[in-house]
């Protein structure tokens, strides 16, 4: 995987169900956007709130949308080792490209760095044959997931499995530059954080960011100009996103809330409801949220929402 690849928002009916229509228009705009890829049901989709069957069907409609247009990378997340491979077969049914183990959620006891390598070796290696050629990747984020894997457990777990082949970080550029040279120009290192520290990122050797689709597009933008060595035209338009990027960035709550919001309004469409958000959108938070959406303007191909007008 490289470049930067929008993973979806969740989104959701007045009734409270996924919104279908949504949902297509989201993998419809990045296609246009010119994306490398499109990512699903990670912490962007609200993957915790979300059934079974509702993570199923996003796969089934993503790869529907997407149509063979670009490749699909699904997050697998689930309690067992079993329950993964079973989401991951869906997935691979689906005609997934690239697959992120998510580590499972902890329990009342925090999970060991040995127990998640025996974990993380379990699903790999069911795998492996389920399906050889397909690239796997952990998420190592335990700023946002609270549990993660050092360089040793990876050095080994990559020694064991053939088919892990990439990492997806969520940590500070000076953290991600010490896991891009432990486990070697080889093996591709994405990072996170809605893009906070892109430049920095790049520049410390990832490979690419998966992010949510706020500003993807324009990260896109600063990724192509920094790899032609045009470094001051990417920093300008870097700092023209960042006031946005550090907006939505600030929690989870605060990107699937007001950072969804953003990207809709940017696709021509609303948020109709917010899934059990411990924080709710506010007069304020809106006010700013449209705000950044008309000085980022409309997603290629789209008409800004009246919302944000």
């Given amino acids: 995987m490289h470049g930067i690849w929008p993973i979806l928002y969740a989104h959701f009916s007045r009734a409270g169900h996924l919104d279908r ?31 079974v069957q ?16 670009a490749p699909m990378a699904v997050t697998i ?25 998510q580590p499972p959620p902890r329990k009342e006891a925090p999970i060991t760095q040995e ?41 080994r777990l990559r020694s064991r499995c053939a088919n892990l082949r990439f990492l997806k970080g969520e940590a500070p550029a000076v953290i991600i530059e010490r896991t891009v040279q432990s486990v070697g120009p080889q093996f591709p290192v994405l990072n996170g954080r809605g893009g906070m520290e892109l430049i920095d990122n790049l ?4 490979s690419g960011m998966i992010v949510a689709p706020d500003c993807a597009f324009e990260q896109a933008q600063i990724a192509d100009l920094y790899s032609k060595g045009e470094i001051e035209q990417a920093q300008a338009q870097y700092e023209r ?22 990207a809709a309004w940017r696709c021509g469409m609303d948020v109709h409801h917010d899934r059990q958000c411990a ?3 506010s007069p304020f938070g ?20 009246q919302d944000a007008t």
């Avoid at 509702?54 to 247009?69: C, F, N, P, Q, R």
């Avoid at 974990?119 to 290696?125: D, H, N």
């Avoid at 809106?286 to 929402?305: D, I, K, S």
Wanted: charged letters at 15%; a neutral charge; proline letters at 6%.
């Fill in 77 to 101: 997340s689930g309690p067992t080792a079993q329950a993964q491979l079973e989401l991951a077969q869906v997935a691979l049914a689906s005609g997934a490209h690239y697959l992120v183990l």
């Fill in 115 to 155: 127990e998640l390598e025996a974990f993380f070796q379990l699903v790999l290696s069911g795998l492996a044959k389920m399906s050889p050629d397909t690239p796997v990747g952990i998420q190592n984020a335990p700023e946002f997931l609270g549990i993660g894997l050092d360089a040793v457990a990876l050095a």
């Fill in 54 to 69: 509702e993570k199923h069907d996003v796969i089934a409609w993503t790869a529907e949308d997407l149509a063979g247009a």
């Fill in 286 to 305: 809106l006010a700013a949220a449209r705000r950044f959406a008309r000085q980022l303007g409309p997603l290629p191909g789209c008409t800004l929402h």
């Fill in 203 to 206: 520049r410390a050797g990832c």
């Fill in 21 to 51: 229509q949504a949902m297509r228009w989201q993998v419809q705009t990045a296609v246009r956007s010119g994306s490398p890829g499109v990512a699903i049901l990670g912490l962007a989709t609200e993957v915790n709130k979300l059934t």
């Fill in 241 to 262: 996103v960042l006031p946005t990027i550090t907006f939505v960035m600030q929690s989870l709550e605060t990107l699937v809330v007001y950072g969804k919001r953003i």
């Fill in 279 to 281: 924080l709710m959108p």
